[in-house]
């Protein structure tokens, strides 16, 4: 086990990963990305949550595979996740997330709606060491994410009301690169916590646009 990771050690620091259990609310674009990540890096503990099921959509903009269609996207992604690492101690949820639900204490929150963010928000606040949220919106995302008293001041604040969201067009909205990427910098911003460096509280990413926002609190 030591050679598979020996060219990440210095950057996922062993001796603080096995006190992490991490659940993963929605493996959709974005979600089940997080969740071949987390598996890729050596997370000992992971909890998958989605309800959903694969739909031929989800093929080309979330990445699963045509023999996925109809079975639970839990189901599906913990496949490739215990593939990846065998060692891995693996739950699926195949239904809501919900207030009461057992869960790990590394959140990563990859839901498409406000509402539900404020309801998983209000259930783990006081619950999670570390909470990254990751939004995209066609070729635009966006990275929150709150570890210390500052930034879980701050998250509150993202969750706007839902008529202010924006509604792009059906055929505009994931794509997945843009998943791969916001995925890609919600593993950083953990790794970054696992280092006990900064973390920055809100990421803003236009890829159209090639432009980069990092917020303060």
């Known amino acids: ?119 998983i928000w209000d259930a783990v606040k006081d619950k999670a060491n570390f909470f990254v949220d990751g939004r995209m919106s066609a070729e635009v995302l966006r990275v929150i994410t709150a570890c210390d008293e500052k930034s879980r001041k701050y998250y509150p604040q993202t969750l706007f009301a839902a008529e202010q969201a924006h509604a792009g067009p059906c055929t505009a909205k994931t794509t997945i690169y843009c998943a791969n990427i916001a995925a890609g910098f919600m593993l950083a911003q953990f790794t970054k916590y696992l280092r006990l460096l900064p973390v920055e509280p809100d990421i803003q990413i236009n890829l159209l646009a090639s432009e980069l926002n990092v917020g303060a609190c």
């Open 1 to 119: 086990m030591d050679e598979r990771f020996s060219r990440q050690k210095d950057l996922v620091p062993r001796e603080r990963i096995p006190d992490c259990k991490a659940t993963v609310i929605g493996v959709g674009a974005i979600g089940r990305q997080v969740a071949l990540q987390l598996a890729a890096i050596g997370l000992p503990w992971m909890q998958l949550v989605d309800h959903d099921v694969v739909e031929e959509s989800n093929i080309a903009s979330q990445g699963y595979f045509e023999d996925d269609l109809k079975r639970f996207k839990v189901h599906a992604t913990a496949d490739i996740c215990r593939q990846i690492n065998p060692h891995l101690e693996l739950y699926t949820i195949n239904e809501r997330f919900k207030r009461s639900s057992v869960i790990g204490n590394c959140i990563f929150c990859c839901v498409d709606k406000i509402e539900t963010r404020k309801h």
